[in-house]
């Protein structure tokens, strides 16, 4: 047997939230960049080809054994010949701004359980000005 549970004043601002961010002028464009990547199946394959190459290389490194100049141009190769595909770098700029937003809010929620209140533009930037970007950095 299941048990509805009443939707929460919480609930409806995270709707409202959802709508906030597809309401957002540049959210078709990201998504349209994200889509295009995952209906090309031959830029997924490389990207999964790079990740997998710098995952061996990376463990490779961790265990302290030694990385050949092979190892280290076959990555390059990879990278560059993924870098080259106009779809493949949309998909990694969309990827970084949705992680922004997702790494926004996210400290937003956490900064608010943290305080217990709504946290301010100052309790954001954690003391430093490069939080919002107000200062000219990134």
């Known amino acids: ?23 957002r002028p540049d959210f078709p464009d990201l998504r349209r960049r994200i889509d295009a990547f995952m209906v090309d ?8 080809m790079l990740n997998d190459s710098g995952a061996m290389l990376q ?5 302290g054994m030694q990385i050949s100049e092979e190892e ?4 390059e190769a990879l990278r ?7 779809v493949a770098t949309e998909f990694l700029d969309a990827q970084q ?9 996210m400290k937003h929620i956490q900064k608010t359980v ?5 946290p301010t533009v100052e309790d954001m930037n954690d ?8 200062c000219g950095c990134e």
């Open 1 to 23: 047997m299941e048990t509805a549970v009443a939707p929460t004043a919480v609930d409806g601002k995270i709707l409202e939230l959802c709508q906030a961010l597809l309401d």
């Open 41 to 48: 199946e031959k830029v997924k394959y490389e990207y999964q």
């Open 59 to 63: 463990q490779k490194q961790q265990q």
């Open 72 to 75: 280290i141009g076959r990555f």
């Open 80 to 86: 560059d010949s993924f870098l080259k595909n106009p």
């Open 97 to 105: 701004e949705m992680s922004r937003i997702q790494d926004s809010i």
């Open 114 to 118: 943290e305080l217990g209140r709504v």
């Open 127 to 134: 003391g430093g000005c490069c939080n919002n970007h107000g």
